[in-house]
């Protein structure tokens, strides 16, 4: 079950990600349909300095193509609503830090990346990870929500709580956040989530597979608990609902006011359909997987020009006959399961399948 349960985590990424071009297309799309698109650049649980540093050049440059990217709704232009999530361990918190510690290293980190991205109008999204990283996550946000209020720019950071831990866990740093905005009157966006894996090597998560009835409960007392402290504290909690599960959209429906709907890319077309069509706008947590490509930068010197182009060509010539050997083992699949002669798939010829004839024939 394990296994079955890793593969399904690894095949949801890999068959989910995309470029920022096609991030931005699909942002675009959803934002036609009063959505729009959460971007995730691939990576966490870096070790090395230079991972971090890789990870966060990619992070402005996804930034500032969100905030150059318009997109056409009707007869006008309009300014791309996209926005960025981030993690903690991709910014240093598992990595052998400088000077100064770990904590401090990925602080300085994240807080580079939500200050530029807030400043260009980007919205942000903090990713709450297993538990080690729990209570630093929530010391960041409440340190980061504080400057961004100074700053005039309230509304721009979010948090995601998980609802796979135990009771008092789960609602206990939902009430820290919480606190921030009673005491401070500091305005706190928060996303519920079930949580979509189990946390590696993490004791303190609640496994799905023994756990459901457990988990659930817990979110259903974290949208209790969100709608109570709206009606008590009305204007200083935002609410994202994201879950895949019809009764807890339901119970958000009933008791929080005003609160987006988010669901990961890929999962459940026709439910998504349907509450587009009750005039629900979707929010799609979307993967980006950054090819070295589109990290490079186009050189000046027209011979160096001339072979990154042929690296390109290379390398798409490379994935369309992997493209072409998938296709192929589906073909034969479909043929050994039919017990046909004859098969003709997309952009394959058809195939004969028969004895060998000899020389002499």
Not at 82 to 88: L, Y
Not at 320 to 335: D, I, N, P, Q, T
Request: charged content about 25%.
């Amino acid at each position: 079950m394990i296994v079955k349960r890793k593969m399904a985590e690894v095949g949801y990424r890999v068959w989910s990600a995309a470029g920022i071009e096609n991030g931005l297309k699909h942002a675009d799309k959803l934002q036609r349909r009063g959505g729009g698109a959460i971007l995730n650049i691939l990576g966490e649980h870096h070790h090395s300095e230079k991972a971090v540093e890789r990870d966060i050049q990619s992070y402005y440059d996804l930034i500032d193509r969100i905030a150059e990217h318009r997109v056409k709704t009707g007869r006008q232009w309009a300014r791309s609503n996209a926005r960025i999530s981030i993690k903690p361990t991709q910014f240093g918190f598992h990595s052998i830090a400088p000077e100064g510690g770990r904590s401090k290293f990925t602080m300085e980190n994240l807080w580079a990346i939500i200050n530029y991205a807030t400043k260009n109008g980007i919205k942000v999204e903090m990713d709450i990870e297993d538990s080690s990283s729990h209570n630093f996550t929530i010391r960041a946000y409440r340190e980061f929500a504080r400057r961004l209020n100074v700053g005039g720019r309230n509304g721009m950071l979010a948090l995601a709580l998980q609802a796979n831990y135990p009771r008092n866990h789960a609602l206990g740093l939902m009430r820290r956040v919480l606190s921030l905005a009673e005491n401070q009157k500091i305005p706190v966006g928060l996303r519920l989530c079930k949580g979509i894996y189990q946390p590696p090597n993490d004791p303190n998560a609640l496994s799905e597979q023994t756990h459901l009835a457990s988990i659930l409960q817990n979110y259903r007392s974290m949208v209790v608990l969100s709608h109570n402290f709206q009606v008590q504290h009305p204007g200083l909690l935002k609410i994202a609902m994201a879950s895949h599960r019809d009764d807890m959209h339901d119970l958000a429906d009933t008791l929080v006011k005003d609160h987006e709907t988010q669901m990961l890319k890929g999962i459940r077309g026709p439910f998504k359909r349907m509450l587009a069509r009750e005039g629900k706008g979707i929010w799609e947590y979307t993967p980006i997987a950054i090819s070295s490509t589109e990290k490079t930068k186009k050189p000046r010197n027209i011979f160096k020009r001339v072979g990154r182009s042929w690296r390109i060509e290379r390398e798409r010539q490379q994935s369309a006959g992997a493209y072409a050997e998938r296709r192929f083992g589906k073909a034969m699949k479909l043929l050994w399961r039919t017990g046909t002669d004859y098969v003709t798939p997309k952009y394959f010829p058809p195939i004969r399948i028969g004895k060998k004839r000899s020389r002499e024939e």
